[in-house]
């Protein structure tokens, strides 16, 4: 491995540090807390990358600190698989740039919303006392229904005049489970009619017979996000709220019930970015299951997946993932981001950081004639091109090598500088040879090459500043170590999976993955699961985990090309 991180970028600006600037500088808060708050129902993936490096980042800059929050209001969806693989997945996104800043429990657990249901409720209680919310006994359709929409009028519950001891008792017996799921729900009174329809007496709970994974049997009423959300903050403190665009129509909201709750002062107060949206992927949670339950990838943390734990186990760093979101920014209007820009920060990241490695994925085996029988020497290798500092190996070189096959072409099209019948091309780090004769298979196929060498024009010999036209790259067939290389590519043909209402099951992309048998020199032996390498001409490649020793396991992270920019080209 070379450098640790790149090389440190100017802080990031936009319009919600500004925001938390100017609210430092007036003095409307004396301190800087932001929070993260996923629900656990599935992996996160690279859109809540973006709001961990925008949370975090916030706070490191201004010296605050971000809370890890469970957003668990729903037990019906939510597991503890998901809480771990989500503190696994921030602790490593933000891990030497951001730890320090990460605030948790005394025991070192994320906060849980559901560590405030008690809270929560003594909440509802408070409204209802205040002739602020009412025990509804309306349907979900019929609430629905009611409520209208932005361009239909909402009507008043006939539940709305309770008194506030029935109320009272009702949500007592509610608690109590003495009714079933949906019978009734807790709702804010605030104003049937009014314009945004999230205003429209808002549900506060629902019943939910159901055991929740942090607090088990404890409740069967569970309080709905817009009323956890607003009170989670405030307990813990948040001065900024940092969320996705849609959830503008929801601040007033959040606003409305703090401020009738009387929480204490400073209040926290939301604000909404664009969420992030990129070509070729999807950016949801419960789609993204759906690939997982339908088998269509391996698991949350397929290489293919835009998870952070699926990007992590490709071999994308986290220094890359945080690169990618300074990046494309914060911005107020929701726009589609070319994922070819990801893997542009993907390639920059490993371009720095990646130690150079020779290997071939599709093998053709050229004899070198002017060889003797079981000759064998070791050139020497810079490791990296940029770096002199880490000097070079050696690497074996004998008679009989292989050259990648797409590097030889028996009817060169125009322009080929590889190597073709009767031509020359430099073997990196190694000799000139020239193609003598090509020798075919009974069906026609080529079984090998065989190729003399001019044997001064190794790195000091008489020839080596020989000008050729074209360098390949190439590995000693008797050297090289067999491995298992994954080739990952986007999974889906379609800039837009879901375009036009479209199933994206039906763009589904068939090359996805392809495993091959490469041949790799044998200094990638002793590759470790933190290493990243380039193979010279081809592709950044890492470990992936499914490696033994005996078969060692490779993903290839990327190409060090857009293929998909050539293949839009060739049109
Ligand atoms: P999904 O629909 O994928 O489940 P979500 O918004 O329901 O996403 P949460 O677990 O509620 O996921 O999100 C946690 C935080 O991450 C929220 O603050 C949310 O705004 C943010 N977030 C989620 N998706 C994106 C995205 N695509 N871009 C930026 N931030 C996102
Ligand atoms: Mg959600």
């Given at each position: 491995?070379?450098?640790d991180s790149?090389?440190?970028?100017?802080?990031?600006?936009d319009?919600?540090r500004?925001?938390?600037?100017?609210d430092?500088?007036s003095?409307?808060?004396?301190?800087?807390?932001?929070r993260?708050?996923p629900?656990?129902?599935?992996?996160?993936h690279?859109?809540h990358?973006?709001?961990?490096?925008?949370?975090?980042?916030i706070a490191?800059?201004?010296?605050?600190t971000?809370?890890?929050?469970?957003?668990?209001t729903?037990?019906?969806?939510?597991?503890?698989?998901?809480?771990?693989?989500?503190?696994?997945?921030?602790?490593?996104?933000?891990?030497g740039?951001?730890d320090?800043?990460l605030?948790c429990k005394?025991?070192?657990?994320p906060?849980?919303a559901?560590?405030y249901?008690g809270?929560?409720?003594?909440?509802?209680?408070?409204?209802?006392?205040?002739?602020k919310?009412?025990?509804?006994?309306?349907?979900?359709?019929q609430?629905?229904?009611?409520r209208?929409a932005?361009?239909r009028?909402?009507?008043?519950?006939p539940?709305?005049?309770r008194s506030?001891?029935?109320?009272?008792h009702l949500?007592?017996?509610m608690r109590?489970?003495?009714?079933?799921?949906?019978?009734?729900?807790?709702?804010?009174?605030?104003?049937?009619?009014h314009?945004?329809v999230?205003?429209r007496?808002?549900?506060?709970?629902?019943?939910?017979?159901?055991?929740h994974h942090h607090?088990?049997?404890?409740?069967?009423?569970?309080p709905?996000y817009?009323?956890?959300?607003?009170l989670?903050?405030?307990?813990?403190d948040i001065?900024?709220?940092?969320c996705t665009?849609?959830f503008?129509?929801?601040?007033?909201?959040?606003?409305?019930?703090?401020?009738?709750?009387?929480?204490p002062?400073?209040r926290?107060?939301?604000?909404e970015f664009?969420?992030?949206?990129?070509?070729?992927?999807?950016?949801?949670?419960?789609?993204?299951?759906?690939?997982?339950?339908?088998?269509?990838?391996?698991?949350?943390d397929?290489?293919?997946m835009?998870?952070?734990?699926?990007?992590?186990?490709?071999?994308v760093?986290?220094a890359?993932?945080r690169?990618f979101a300074?990046?494309?920014g914060?911005?107020?209007?929701?726009?589609l981001?070319e994922?070819?820009?990801?893997?542009?920060?993907?390639?920059?990241d490993?371009?720095t950081?990646?130690q150079?490695?020779?290997?071939?994925?599709?093998?053709?085996?050229?004899?070198?004639?002017?060889l003797?029988d079981?000759?064998t020497?070791?050139?020497?290798?810079?490791?990296?091109p940029?770096?002199p500092a880490?000097?070079?190996?050696?690497?074996?070189?004998?008679?009989?090598?292989?050259?990648e096959?797409?590097?030889?072409?028996?009817?060169p099209?125009?322009?080929?500088?590889?190597?073709?019948?009767?031509?020359e091309?430099?073997?990196?780090y190694?000799?000139?040879?020239?193609?003598?004769e090509?020798?075919?298979?009974?069906?026609?196929?080529?079984?090998?090459?065989?190729?003399?060498?001019?044997?001064?024009?190794?790195?000091?010999?008489?020839?080596?500043?020989?000008?050729?036209?074209?360098t390949?790259?190439?590995v000693?067939?008797?050297?090289?170590?067999?491995a298992e290389?994954?080739?990952?590519?986007?999974l889906?043909?379609?800039p837009?999976?879901?375009?036009?209402?479209r199933?994206?099951?039906?763009?589904?992309?068939?090359h996805?993955?392809?495993?091959?048998?490469a041949?790799?020199?044998?200094?990638?032996a002793t590759?470790?699961?933190?290493?990243?390498?380039q193979?010279?001409?081809?592709?950044?490649?890492?470990?992936?985990p499914?490696t033994?020793?005996?078969?060692?396991?490779?993903n290839?992270?990327?190409?060090?090309?857009?293929t998909?920019?050539?293949?839009?080209?060739?049109?």
């Amino acid at each position: 491995m070379t450098t640790d991180s790149p090389a440190a970028s100017p802080a990031p600006s936009d319009f919600i540090r500004d925001i938390v600037a100017a609210d430092l500088a007036s003095g409307a808060c004396q301190r800087v807390a932001t929070r993260f708050p996923p629900e656990p129902n599935g992996y996160l993936h690279i859109g809540h990358a973006k709001s961990i490096c925008l949370n975090f980042g916030i706070a490191k800059e201004f010296g605050g600190t971000c809370n890890l929050r469970m957003d668990d209001t729903n037990p019906a969806k939510e597991d503890v698989e998901y809480v771990d693989s989500i503190i696994a997945d921030v602790r490593w996104l933000i891990a030497g740039w951001a730890d320090e800043v990460l605030r948790c429990k005394a025991d070192d657990a994320p906060f849980f919303a559901s560590d405030y249901f008690g809270q929560i409720y003594a909440c509802a209680l408070t409204l209802i006392h205040a002739g602020k919310a009412y025990v509804c006994d309306l349907t979900a359709e019929q609430t629905d229904e009611y409520r209208g929409a932005p361009d239909r009028p909402g009507r008043p519950s006939p539940f709305r005049d309770r008194s506030v001891e029935e109320n009272l008792h009702l949500l007592q017996q509610m608690r109590a489970g003495a009714f079933p799921d949906g019978a009734r729900t807790l709702r804010a009174k605030i104003d049937p009619h009014h314009p945004n329809v999230w205003l429209r007496d808002p549900v506060l709970y629902r019943i939910r017979h159901t055991v929740h994974h942090h607090t088990g049997d404890a409740w069967c009423i569970y309080p709905m996000y817009d009323f956890a959300h607003c009170l989670s903050d405030s307990i813990e403190d948040i001065t900024h709220s940092i969320c996705t665009l849609e959830f503008e129509v929801h601040r007033p909201l959040y606003d409305w019930l703090l401020q009738h709750l009387a929480v204490p002062s400073p209040r926290p107060h939301q604000y909404e970015f664009a969420r992030l949206s990129l070509t070729y992927t999807l950016m949801s949670k419960r789609k993204l299951m759906q690939l997982v339950t339908e088998g269509t990838v391996s698991g949350w943390d397929d290489p293919r997946m835009p998870t952070i734990s699926g990007l992590r186990r490709r071999g994308v760093t986290a220094a890359a993932l945080r690169q990618f979101a300074i990046h494309v920014g914060v911005t107020k209007y929701n726009a589609l981001t070319e994922v070819a820009v990801l893997e542009h920060a993907i390639r920059e990241d490993l371009n720095t950081r990646a130690q150079r490695r020779l290997g071939v994925l599709r093998p053709l085996k050229v004899v070198i004639t002017n060889l003797p029988d079981g000759h064998t020497e070791t050139v020497p290798a810079a490791n990296h091109p940029l770096d002199p500092a880490l000097g070079t190996r050696d690497v074996p070189f004998s008679r009989e090598i292989f050259i990648e096959q797409d590097d030889f072409a028996e009817i060169p099209p125009p322009k080929f500088f590889r190597l073709k019948p009767g031509g020359e091309v430099r073997l990196k780090y190694a000799y000139i040879i020239k193609c003598e004769e090509v020798v075919k298979n009974a069906d026609g196929t080529i079984a090998e090459l065989r190729c003399t060498a001019d044997l001064d024009s190794k790195t000091g010999g008489a020839t080596s500043s020989r000008k050729i036209k074209g360098t390949i790259h190439w590995v000693s067939a008797a050297h090289a170590i067999a491995a298992e290389v994954r080739l990952y590519d986007r999974l889906f043909t379609e800039p837009e999976p879901e375009a036009d209402g479209r199933d994206f099951r039906t763009c589904l992309n068939p090359h996805s993955l392809e495993t091959i048998t490469a041949h790799l020199e044998p200094a990638l032996a002793t590759a470790r699961p933190d290493d990243r390498f380039q193979l010279e001409r081809l592709a950044y490649i890492a470990l992936d985990p499914a490696t033994t020793a005996e078969r060692p396991v490779f993903n290839r992270v990327i190409t060090l090309k857009d293929t998909w920019a050539k293949e839009a080209a060739k049109g």
